[in-house]
């Protein structure tokens, strides 16, 4: 904890206006807290913000219960300081409440930050964005779930949502291992992950059209597209254009897997690089684009409202995160239904820069 002799002097300007308030909700086992509330302090200070409020998650409840407590007692920004789950639980509160959130990363995958993009190894960045940032609206969404037994259940989610062997890598994953290698573990899953990887069958209706019917080993729905690594999943995905990307893995035996492997971690980052590119937005430019995405491995998809329903029960994810099987899944997007506090100019970081 800060000592008074760490004390920065508020502005003048700041005394004169009235204060605002932050929250912190962190997960006590991602975080180091004398450290976390110093840095913290020590800005909200600088801003002459009133004393930031901290809550800490729990077992039973990663950070919901928190954030609502946090909105009662009337706080202007909730920052969340732990993995995806519990920036997941935060934002399902924080959406459409008229507060903004905001990101202290510490987890392993840091999904969000990555696609803001926002400072993720500079904690005095994310520190000072919390009071000195910007307020930018991104999409939320939105999925319910049918589950075999026949009962539902609601998530929201930030940056993906999506069953096959996506979400059975992540119940596969090795806990233990992910605490000592972070998302090194994700690749020893991936490898017992293929082993069972059986094609599933599933019904869709996109947007309110016909059903179709479709045979693949995963898919995918995306609010943004980059994962760890650089892996690039939904390569037109943005964050705040209003719709989802979704995409269907359909590969052919080993040699499709390691063409899909190939796009995911490096080609896609080309083509997104290329897109926004002069030349990306010339007609031959564009049809370069349609013609890689529309690659037999993977299919790609757009739209506001997802509805599938699957031929047998499969595991499902969200942000990363496990969450059981389900037979069926319906996703639709909030646009610009979240406030989120991003870096401003002081806060640039080669992390925070898109190239």
């Given at each position: 904890m800060s000592t008074p002799s760490d004390a920065t002097a508020v502005p003048?300007?700041?005394?004169?206006?009235?204060?605002?308030?932050?929250?912190?909700?962190?997960?006590p086992v991602k975080v180091h807290l004398p450290t976390l509330k110093r840095t913290v302090n020590r800005y909200q200070r600088e801003a002459g913000w009133a004393d930031t409020k901290w809550y800490a998650t729990?077992?039973?409840d990663p950070g919901g219960g928190m954030a609502r407590e946090a909105l009662e007692a009337g706080v202007d920004v909730i920052a969340a300081a732990g993995g995806d789950g519990t920036v997941r639980a935060v934002a399902e509160v924080v959406h459409g409440s008229g507060a903004a959130l905001a990101l202290l990363p510490s987890g392993t995958g840091n999904l969000l930050a990555r696609n803001i993009p926002a400072p993720i190894d500079d904690l005095g960045a994310s520190a000072h964005t919390i009071f000195h940032g910007e307020d930018r609206a991104i999409d939320f969404g939105e999925v319910r779930v049918e589950r075999p037994d026949g009962s539902r259940d609601r998530f929201g989610f930030l940056v993906m949502a999506g069953l096959g062997l996506d979400a059975r890598m992540l119940a596969n994953t090795n806990d233990d291992l992910k605490k000592k290698v972070g998302w090194l573990a994700y690749v020893d899953s991936l490898v017992r992950s293929l082993r069972d990887a059986d094609a599933f069958e599933f019904r869709y209706r996109l947007d309110g059209a016909g059903n179709r019917t479709v045979r693949a080993h995963s898919l995918i729905v995306g609010n943004c597209g980059m994962l760890q690594a650089g892996a690039t999943l939904l390569p037109d995905a943005e964050i705040d254009d209003g719709v989802f990307d979704i995409v269907v893995m359909r590969p052919h035996g080993f040699f499709g897997w390691v063409r899909i492997g190939a796009r995911v971690f490096w080609e896609n980052a080309i083509l997104r690089a290329f897109r926004?590119?002069?030349?990306?937005?010339?007609?031959?430019?564009?049809r370069i684009v349609t013609k890689t995405r529309d690659e037999r491995p993977l299919r790609y998809l757009r739209g506001e409202e997802f509805v599938v329903r699957l031929e047998r029960p499969d595991e499902f994810e969200i942000d990363g995160d496990p969450v059981g099987e389900v037979t069926a899944f319906r996703a639709r997007i909030d646009p610009g239904g979240l406030t989120v506090r991003v870096a401003g100019p002081e806060d640039q970081t080669r992390a925070t820069r898109r190239r």
């Amino acid at each position: 904890m800060s000592t008074p002799s760490d004390a920065t002097a508020v502005p003048e300007d700041a005394l004169a206006t009235e204060q605002r308030t932050a929250a912190v909700i962190y997960n006590p086992v991602k975080v180091h807290l004398p450290t976390l509330k110093r840095t913290v302090n020590r800005y909200q200070r600088e801003a002459g913000w009133a004393d930031t409020k901290w809550y800490a998650t729990s077992e039973e409840d990663p950070g919901g219960g928190m954030a609502r407590e946090a909105l009662e007692a009337g706080v202007d920004v909730i920052a969340a300081a732990g993995g995806d789950g519990t920036v997941r639980a935060v934002a399902e509160v924080v959406h459409g409440s008229g507060a903004a959130l905001a990101l202290l990363p510490s987890g392993t995958g840091n999904l969000l930050a990555r696609n803001i993009p926002a400072p993720i190894d500079d904690l005095g960045a994310s520190a000072h964005t919390i009071f000195h940032g910007e307020d930018r609206a991104i999409d939320f969404g939105e999925v319910r779930v049918e589950r075999p037994d026949g009962s539902r259940d609601r998530f929201g989610f930030l940056v993906m949502a999506g069953l096959g062997l996506d979400a059975r890598m992540l119940a596969n994953t090795n806990d233990d291992l992910k605490k000592k290698v972070g998302w090194l573990a994700y690749v020893d899953s991936l490898v017992r992950s293929l082993r069972d990887a059986d094609a599933f069958e599933f019904r869709y209706r996109l947007d309110g059209a016909g059903n179709r019917t479709v045979r693949a080993h995963s898919l995918i729905v995306g609010n943004c597209g980059m994962l760890q690594a650089g892996a690039t999943l939904l390569p037109d995905a943005e964050i705040d254009d209003g719709v989802f990307d979704i995409v269907v893995m359909r590969p052919h035996g080993f040699f499709g897997w390691v063409r899909i492997g190939a796009r995911v971690f490096w080609e896609n980052a080309i083509l997104r690089a290329f897109r926004r590119s002069a030349l990306g937005n010339t007609a031959v430019g564009k049809r370069i684009v349609t013609k890689t995405r529309d690659e037999r491995p993977l299919r790609y998809l757009r739209g506001e409202e997802f509805v599938v329903r699957l031929e047998r029960p499969d595991e499902f994810e969200i942000d990363g995160d496990p969450v059981g099987e389900v037979t069926a899944f319906r996703a639709r997007i909030d646009p610009g239904g979240l406030t989120v506090r991003v870096a401003g100019p002081e806060d640039q970081t080669r992390a925070t820069r898109r190239r």
